[in-house]
C-alpha cells in the first residue's frame, strides 16, 4: 500500500510476461525455450501428475513461474544499483559508506516459495497458502506439488503479480551507532515520494520499535529496525528504473545481536521460510 505500482495488471497476462522474460535474455533462443519447458515439465513430474494432466496445467505454471523468474531477475539487476546509490548515501550523511551493508538478493527458491508469497496476497490466498504449508508439513503431498497447486492458485485468481510486494529481495542495512544517530538519520526520509540525490524516492516508511512483540516476531524476524523503501529513480528504460528496494536501518547494538543467531551477514533474514524453500 501506497507505493506505486510498477505494472499494470494486463501486463501480468502470458504475452507480457513472455515478453518481459524475452527481453531479459531468458527466452530469446530456441534451447532456452524448451529447456523451460522442460523444467516446468518436470516439476510436473516430481509433483506425480500424468501426462495428461501435466499439459492441461502447464499454461498456468508457465504464466505464474515465469512471472516469479522475471521479477526476480528484475532483483538480481537492481540490487547492484541499489547497494552503490545506499553506500554514497550513508557516505554523505553518515560520513562513512562502511556503514551500510548490502544483503544478498534472495534466493529464487526462497523468493518462490508458498511462506514468501503468503505475505502479499489476499486472504483467501493467504488461507490456501496455510492449507498447503500443513500438508506439506504433515508430509501429505510433497513439496513439488505443493507449488504447482500455489502456482495454479495464483494464475486463477490473477495475482501472478503478488511478488510486487516482496520489497526486501534486494535490499541492505544501515547500521547506527546510537538511538541519536539513528533518529536523525531516519528523519532525512520522513517526506513520502521525495527523491533524494543520490536518486533514490521515498516510497515508504515502517518504524520496528513502536510494534509489539507479535508483530515485531513476524515482520521484523524479532529484531526492532526501521525499513525505508526507495525506488530506483533513471530517465532510460533499464529494467532496474522504478524497481523498489529496501533499506532496513539498525542499532549497532540490536544488529550485532541478529549476527549471533545466524551465519553470515544476512543475519534472520536466511532462516526466513526456508522450510517451504
Not at 528504473?241 to 543467531?261: A, F, P, T
Amino acid at each position: 500500500k501506497g507505493h506505486r505500482s510498477e505494472l499494470a495488471a494486463s501486463e501480468d497476462t502470458l504475452e507480457a510476461v513472455t515478453y518481459h522474460l524475452f527481453t531479459f535474455g531468458v527466452l530469446n533462443r530456441r534451447g532456452q525455450v524448451q529447456a523451460f519447458k522442460a523444467q516446468l515439465l518436470n516439476l510436473l513430474e516430481r509433483a506425480e501428475y500424468s501426462a495428461e494432466d501435466a499439459a492441461v496445467r502447464l499454461p498456468n505454471m508457465f504464466l505464474s513461474f515465469s512471472a516469479n523468474i522475471w521479477r526476480h531477475r528484475r532483483a538480481c539487476v537492481a540490487a547492484p544499483i541499489f547497494h552503490e546509490r545506499v553506500r554514497r548515501l550513508a557516505g554523505r550523511l553518515l560520513r562513512n559508506s562502511d556503514r551500510y551493508r548490502p544483503f544478498p538478493v534472495r534466493r529464487l527458491g526462497e523468493f518462490c516459495s508458498i511462506g514468501a508469497q503468503a505475505r502479499v496476497v489476499e486472504r483467501q490466498l493467504q488461507a490456501k497458502a496455510e492449507v498447503l504449508m500443513n500438508l506439506q508439513l504433515q508430509g501429505h503431498i510433497s513439496a513439488a506439488r505443493a507449488q504447482v497447486k500455489w502456482e495454479e492458485a495464483k494464475a486463477e485468481r490473477g495475482a501472478c503479480g503478488c511478488t510486487l510486494g516482496l520489497l526486501d529481495v534486494a535490499c541492505g542495512a544501515i547500521v547506527c551507532e546510537d538511538a541519536a544517530e539513528l533518529n536523525g538519520f531516519v528523519e532525512n526520509f520522513n517526506k513520502q515520494y521525495a527523491v533524494v540525490e543520490e536518486g533514490l524516492r521515498i516510497t515508504g516508511h515502517i518504524n520496528g520499535f513502536a510494534l509489539g512483540l507479535n508483530d515485531l516476531i513476524k515482520a521484523f524476524d524479532g529484531t526492532p529496525h526501521t525499513k525505508i523503501h526507495m525506488e530506483l529513480v533513471g530517465q532510460s528504460r533499464a529494467p532496474w528504473v522504478d524497481y523498489i528496494c529496501e533499506m532496513q536501518v539498525y542499532l549497532r547494538s540490536h544488529y550485532e545481536l541478529m549476527q549471533l543467531g545466524a551465519t553470515g551477514t544476512l543475519g534472520a533474514r536466511l532462516r526466513r521460510n526456508l522450510l517451504y524453500d
